[in-house]
């Protein structure tokens, strides 16, 4: 059997020194395989016990699973696990801009509907505020045609017409005159006849000269 220098020195009691200086002097056979130095010894050498003992130990040594050993990492490797980590880094900035686009379509939709609502409401304001503006130029045209059918209406044409053949009018300014009271008199009193002239039947206008007849009329009240 073999045993290594560790376990020579531990099963016969000897320091590595000892060993390896038999070992030097060649007292102790031994080969060396991959680096390791292994002492052969004889079965015949050893007693039963220790024979045991170390067929027990070796037996266990082998039994006992070796650690395995881990891969060494080569630029092959890390190339890999970048390739990987880059491919799937692709996958996710596809999967933002996919979601991006999504969301940037959904806000100009969103966009073109409010648009679309606002564009409406103001639509349907100018429809309301031009039917509006049809019935405000309706109700003024009426109120004008009102107030020139009014205008016509208090026209009095018939008293121009008693100017011409009721010889009995005078002239309101000549009357005064003929009166022989002051300028600021007659102001006053022709300002009374101009003011009640719309509502007063007994005054007559043509020309812009208004006209009495003293022959129907009682004029008292005015000329005070």
């Known amino acids: 059997m073999r045993l290594t220098i560790d376990e020579y020195c531990k099963h016969f009691k000897m320091s590595k020194e000892m060993i390896n200086s038999k070992l030097r002097a060649k007292k102790l056979n031994y080969i060396i395989e991959s680096g390791i130095t292994y002492i052969i010894v ?30 060494r990492t080569t630029v092959a490797t890390v190339l890999a696990l970048y390739q990987k980590e880059n491919s799937a880094l692709k996958d996710k900035i596809i999967q933002l801009e996919a979601k991006i686009d999504k969301l940037i379509d959904d806000k100009e939709q969103m966009l073109r509907d409010e648009r679309d609502k606002i564009e409406q409401v103001y639509s349907s304001k100018d429809e ?4 509006i503006l ?7 045209r009426l109120e004008r045609e009102q107030t020139t059918l009014h205008e016509i209406e208090s026209f009095h044409p018939n008293k121009e017409a008693e100017i ?35 509502s007063d039947a007994r005054i007559t206008q043509k020309d812009g000269k208004l006209y009495l007849n003293f022959s129907k ?8």
């Open 164 to 198: 011409t053949y009721d010889s009995s009018l005078i002239e309101l300014r000549e009357y005064l005159k003929s009166l022989g009271i002051k300028s600021s008199q007659r102001k006053i009193i022709k300002k009374r006849f101009l003011d009640v002239y719309d």
């Open 42 to 71: 004889t079965r015949s050498s050893l007693d039963k016990d220790k024979r045991s003992e170390i067929h027990q130990e070796q037996k266990a040594t082998t039994i006992q699973p070796t650690k395995a050993l881990k891969p």
């Open 128 to 131: 309301q505020l031009k039917n």
């Open 134 to 140: 049809e019935l405000v130029n309706t109700k003024m």
């Open 217 to 224: 009329y009682d004029y008292s009240d005015l000329l005070a």
